[in-house]
């Protein structure tokens, strides 16, 4: 790229150059370390398919001395500010608000293109982000913010562009989905789960981002917004994360023919749209329950295309930079050949609804006397909110009485020390907004013959 | 788009107007009537997206006076060399080589960019269209060639640009993976589920296109192309169909814990890489298994992303339009604020091998008499081509000594005819070649001890 970094957003897309695009890497840690191994590994197959040499001019880090494998120590420096200001095309995959944001600022104000990974500060500051990208004339690219290395921001952005989105629907951490798994065939307990997560690398030393739904939040909230064409702020998706999910609530999903995922979902409804990230119990048979380990998934519904399916590794450095990757290749055929991504989409600006507007079933599990008439006392309570009863189970022989108890032990630990004058009842709803259920719940406490709510789930992808 | 319809490519590009893209529709079928219906009903939607609003100019069909609902008929033409002078933009969905062909070189000529569907074409001439787009500097777009609705080409040709494919494996002809799954689960016979499609409209009334691969092929061949950046033409995928899968084929596969599927195969490895289409066995507990009905799904392994898969309905108007319209608006956000979308792709200019060459796993059935010493037999022609066996099974009640019975019948009803004298043996082998594989079957039909070679099929996806 032949450009002058002082070059005004125009410049660089007259697409008669062909030197080299200078790449600036910020951050290289378990990501960027895979982003400059591809860059320097593929990069004659690169060169080839940009139609000019990736060059990289440096990459910013926080210490230069901390060894990193296969990245020259050359390239290594603690200046990004400087760094950003040598670039045609800046790949930012530090993370967190800041530096991130005032950097990759920098970059579009110099004439920069910008790859992204960072859905903390794209849920958080996007549109600023956007806003400057398209006052700029630059691309602002983050395929690897969401889902890893599977294909989805585009697809979204792209591919569903002639159709309308009604749904989308998905396991987007993949360190949730580890631990859910691994409580769900191993039978651990949800400590214990994370403590494995982490010694594997799965999960953070503070695992709240993941653990509390904060990740998957920033995700709902950036492909909410994609798919409505319609500005979803962070602070309005609903987030409840898997913090309170027990070995019993698992074990009590596989024993009715479910299996507990964190989802985020993106709705459309004719009064607007609206994200939301909680525990689900997900039926055996959906393919989502077969998603194990670290992976994600990801349903898409559109009106005209159907149920779509996306899968892939929604984690790790080499997986998400190979999403970066793709990206990067966008944007520096876009400096060689003129053109322009995508831009930020918002014309649609439907209304956001909160949460509670959602309808969902829920599966409430109660511990309650094992004498006649308690279902119809429940029965009475539901029918006077409003909410409809799909099924109800009762199991009087797997309660425990105590419930610390069945928090630690499990539903099968119980079984001898349950009194018999205890029965566990497990009513399946049709669907019910969240205030008619917490209502209702909050009614059915109150019941004499009712000992405990124990569990309070949503029901999804039925 | 205001630029004359003899602009050279150049003019379309300069973004300076933005009045309406013209959009000429070839073809009023089942695609092209759901590509009008998408195209009016979600006009503002489109113009917004766009930045300009899409004026359909004509559709171009052979007989005006044919009912089609939706569709103004004032709109219809029978002249489509006028239609494509007129446009801006020009949606093939006639399918086949002629006059798609032709009208599509002809629009290009005249400045238009083109988005088609058709995959047979494409397979057959893409890099005639290709070259003569990249001269004319006009978009090329085929999302709807490759698996319907499915997000395929612009993951494989731009998200995973970054990043090197190794194989792509997936069920991308929807009406043979109907047939198979209602022979798997209803257990017909192929040619009873063939009407049964057909009745259902998921089969053409001449089904040869799908049933001998052909569809499955053309497919092959645009992802092997793209996925590769080499020219893989249609003459060097292998192709077979599933005309000669009985349903004791389809039993038997169940019986030994796998699912018949119709498979499209683009591998790359040291030497070079290859396509093929052909049915093989594919374990119960694959994804792939899990596919019903007449929906597609692909797998996508890459050296950085590893292993992603993509799922949703691969044929029918609606999806089909879903796909078509997408390209629709990436073509015309390209006329109204310049851009182009990517070329053909074929620097890497690999080797492209013969499927022989393959490396695949085989599991082969044999009637045998069933008498000592003749697994021993058969163990050591196996041994003598080289050909290692992964597990062999012997099941001597469950055959037919007549193979017409056999293959009408299936292996229940054979119980009670079977002469105790005869055996099935089901070998199933270590990866080996196709030749090596032909010969060693062949030098086993001439063993004294074996009756009949049964079948001979792939396994794939282990």
Chains 1, 2 share one sequence.
């Not at 602070?235 to 027990?246: D, K, M, P, Q």
């Not at 899968?311 to 050949?337: E, F, I, K, Q, W």
Request: proline letters at 5%; one cysteine or more; charged letters at 20%.
């Amino acid at each position: 790229m032949a450009a002058p970094d002082s070059a005004p957003h125009g410049a660089a897309h007259d697409g008669a150059t062909r030197g080299p695009v200078r790449v600036a890497v910020l951050g290289c840690g378990v990501v960027g370390t895979q982003v400059v191994r591809l860059l320097t590994q593929q990069r004659d197959d690169l060169a080839a398919r940009v139609g000019a040499p990736l060059e990289i001019v440096g990459v910013a880090v926080r210490d230069v001395t901390a060894p990193r494998a296969g990245v020259d120590p050359a390239l290594l420096t603690t200046d990004a500010e400087a760094l950003v200001a040598r670039a045609d095309l800046v790949i930012e995959v530090i993370g967190g608000l800041e530096p991130a944001r005032s950097l990759i600022l920098r970059a579009i104000a110099a004439g920069a293109s910008v790859v992204t990974a960072n859905k903390a500060l794209l849920a958080a500051d996007g549109p600023t982000l956007y806003a400057a990208a398209e006052a700029a004339g630059v691309d602002l690219y983050f395929e690897a913010a969401v889902a890893g290395a599977i294909p989805l921001v585009r697809p979204v952005r792209e591919s569903l562009a002639g159709d309308r989105i009604l749904r989308v629907l998905g396991i987007v951490n993949g360190t949730t989905n580890y631990v859910l798994d691994q409580m769900a065939t191993e039978g651990l307990d949800l400590s214990t789960a994370v403590a494995q997560a982490q010694q594997l690398g799965f999960a953070e030393a503070d695992p709240t981002a993941d653990v509390e739904g904060f990740d998957a939040a920033a995700k709902a909230a950036i492909l909410a917004s994609l798919a409505f064409h319609t500005r979803v702020p962070l602070e309005l998706v609903h987030r409840e994360g898997i913090a309170a999910i027990t070995a019993d609530d698992v074990a009590w999903a596989a024993r009715t023919g479910h299996v507990v995922k964190l989802l985020a979902i993106a709705e459309r409804t004719d009064e607007g749209v609206s994200a939301r990230v909680h525990p689900a119990l997900v039926p055996a048979s959906h393919p989502l329950a077969g998603v194990h380990g670290a992976f994600n998934a990801v349903f898409v519904e559109a009106e005209a295309a159907g149920e779509l399916m996306f899968y892939g590794r929604g984690a790790g450095g080499a997986p998400t930079a190979s999403a970066v990757l793709g990206d990067v290749v966008s944007a520096a055929r876009h400096r060689v050949h003129g053109g322009l991504g995508p831009v930020e989409s918002t014309y649609a600006d439907l209304p956001v609804l909160p949460a509670s507007a959602a309808l969902t079933r829920y599966q409430v599990r109660l511990d309650v006397a094992d004498r006649p008439g308690v279902l119809a006392q429940v029965s009475a309570v539901l029918a006077e909110h409003g909410v409809s009863i799909e099924a109800v189970r009762q199991a009087p022989q797997l309660v425990a009485a105590d419930p610390a108890a069945d928090r630690e032990a499990g539903p099968g630990a119980a079984a001898s020390g349950a009194p018999a004058s205890l029965a566990h009842l497990i009513i399946t709803t049709h669907a019910a907004t969240d205030a008619a259920l917490s209502a209702t719940v909050a009614a059915i406490a109150e019941l004499d013959s009712v000992t405990r709510v124990v569990s309070v789930l949503r029901v999804e992808g039925a």
